[in-house]
Structures are given as structure tokens and as C-alpha cells.
């Protein structure tokens, strides 16, 4: 004789699981929806580690108070919270680089150029695609206060050919900072 697994724990499985899709489909969602409107790049240095975190536990405790209301045994309780928190880490980083890049680009504080030392252009292939990604390695001029950060810079194609023979010299980048915290790039010069 089969043991058949209760109906009520085929619901709290789906719903302890849900984090992850979640955080998918609305990525999704919201990519059929807004577009990219909204600027999204976000400067080196400047992060969306911590509100993707703070999103993601809000949403593990939003499903368990959910399951807390309608599931009263402890073991479907603690199983439940194990498996919605790896599934919540497992969404971590799809609401890091998913939606979170353009809420934060939704809302920009006031537009400002900074300094940037060119040290040098690079290109990558997109998975599984035959486009190719322009990349400038900039620090911050020597001269100027750190408004962005060190590192890789995604730059449109006609900038990467204008730069070519600017390595070592100074560009100018503008940007600005976005509604939850990170500086976002919308320029070069």
C-alpha cells in the first residue's frame, strides 16, 4: 500500500517553495510591464546586496506568518521555515539584479559628473548569445573626491571606439543616486 502525502502538506510545500518563483515571475512581470524605462546601471561600489537581503526575509516572514496561521504543528512549522529560507536565499540575488535595479533607477537624487581615470576597455560574450558586452576598467581621477567606485563600467559600443586611444586619460561619467542608495550610471564623456 502507497503512503499518500497529505493535501494540506502539498500546499505547504508549494507555499514554503514560493520565495524563488516568485521573485522570477515577477521579475518577469515586471520586465513585460515597466521595460526599461528607468535607468539601471549600477555603478561599482555601489550596491543592491542589502535591500535584495531586507526583500527577501521580507517576503520568508510574510509566507511564514502565513504558515503559522494556517499550519499549527511544530515539525510542518520548522521544515516549512528551513525550506522557505533556502529558497529565500535562492531568490536573493534574482531581486538584487532583477527589479531592484530599476526601482532604484525609478527615482534619481541630482545628476552629477565625476572624474573617472580610463585604465583600460575589455569585451565579453553574452551566454549563449553572439553579442558582445563593452566593458571600461576606471578608478577615480587623483584629483577629486570618490563619488563612484573602482572597477568595470558597462559602456555603449560607440564609447568603447571612442575610448580607444583615451586609456590613461580622464573620462567624465555621469550619474546620479537612485531611490534605494546606489549610484546609478547614466552617461560617459
Known amino acids: 500500500m502507497k503512503a499518500r502525502f497529505p493535501r494540506h502538506g502539498v500546499r505547504l510545500l508549494l507555499l514554503s517553495s514560493a520565495p524563488f518563483p516568485l521573485a522570477i515571475v515577477l521579475t518577469f512581470l ?35 506568518a502565513l504558515v503559522r496561521r494556517h499550519w499549527p504543528e511544530p515539525a510542518l512549522r520548522r ?18 539584479t532583477g527589479i531592484l535595479p530599476s526601482v532604484n533607477g525609478a527615482l534619481l537624487g541630482p545628476r552629477q559628473t565625476s572624474a573617472m581615470r580610463l585604465t583600460g576597455l575589455s569585451t565579453s560574450h553574452a ?10 576598467t576606471m578608478r577615480p ?32 561619467v555621469d550619474h546620479a543616486t537612485g531611490l534605494l542608495g546606489a549610484e546609478t550610471v547614466l552617461g560617459f564623456h
Open 79 to 96: 521544515a516549512s521555515l528551513l525550506l522557505c529560507g533556502l529558497t529565500s536565499l535562492m531568490a536573493w540575488p534574482v531581486w538584487t
Open 141 to 172: 581621477a587623483q584629483d577629486t573626491a570618490a563619488a563612484l567606485g573602482p572597477g568595470r563600467y558597462f559602456v555603449p559600443q560607440a564609447t568603447y571606439e571612442m575610448w580607444q586611444m583615451r586609456i590613461g586619460q580622464d573620462v567624465r
Open 127 to 136: 551566454s549563449k548569445s553572439r553579442d558582445i558586452y563593452y566593458w571600461a
Open 30 to 64: 515586471f520586465i513585460l510591464t515597466i521595460g526599461t524605462r528607468f535607468p539601471r546601471d549600477v555603478a561599482p561600489g555601489s550596491s543592491l546586496i542589502l535591500p535584495g537581503l531586507v526583500l527577501s526575509g521580507i517576503v520568508m516572514a510574510l509566507i511564514t
